[in-house]
């Protein structure tokens, strides 16, 4: 069974910065794409980054150039590089798994994590 673990959420003045980090236990993802998602009450769930394997990433267009995503494959880990929150990001953000690359819908990807809530203060 895998189990994907988010960390590093939390209160953040717009401007401001976080990392967030994810973990995956239960099995190597070394070969999976790992994907960052973040969704705010009443709406869907919004694709942010994904990277596969190799570290070829693919980004929404809205927030490329703020966010990065990145991975270590030996620590069985991605993170999310916030830069530059605004108020609207707040949300919870979701870790995601998948064997396949190139997917920006939520019901494709095999295993999430529970979340980790990100609050933007203006």
Same mark, same amino acid.
């Given at each position: 069974?895998?189990?994907?673990?988010?960390?590093?959420?939390?209160?953040?003045?717009?401007?401001?910065?976080?990392?967030?980090?994810?973990?995956?236990?239960?099995?190597?993802? !070394?070969?999976?794409?790992?994907?960052?998602?973040?969704?705010?009450?009443?709406?869907?769930?919004?694709?942010?980054?994904?990277?596969?394997?190799? !570290?070829?990433?693919?980004?929404?267009? !809205?927030?490329?150039?703020?966010?990065?995503?990145?991975?270590?494959?030996?620590?069985?880990?991605?993170?999310?590089?916030?830069?530059?929150?605004?108020?609207?990001?707040?949300?919870?953000?979701?870790?995601?798994?998948?064997?396949?690359?190139?997917?920006?819908?939520?019901?494709?990807?095999?295993?999430?994590?529970?979340?980790?809530?990100?609050?933007?203060? !203006?």
């Amino acid at each position: 069974q895998v189990q994907l673990v988010e960390a590093g959420g939390g209160l953040v003045q717009a401007g401001g910065s976080l990392r967030l980090s994810c973990v995956a236990s239960g099995r190597a993802l !070394s070969t999976y794409t790992m994907a960052w998602f973040r969704q705010v009450p009443g709406k869907e769930r919004e694709f942010i980054a994904a990277v596969d394997w190799s !570290s070829i990433t693919d980004y929404a267009a !809205s927030l490329k150039g703020r966010f990065t995503i990145s991975r270590v494959n030996v620590k069985n880990t991605v993170y999310l590089q916030t830069n530059s929150l605004k108020p609207e990001g707040t949300a919870v953000y979701y870790c995601a798994a998948d064997r396949r690359f190139g997917l920006r819908a939520t019901r494709l990807y095999e295993y999430w994590g529970q979340g980790t809530q990100v609050t933007v203060s !203006s």
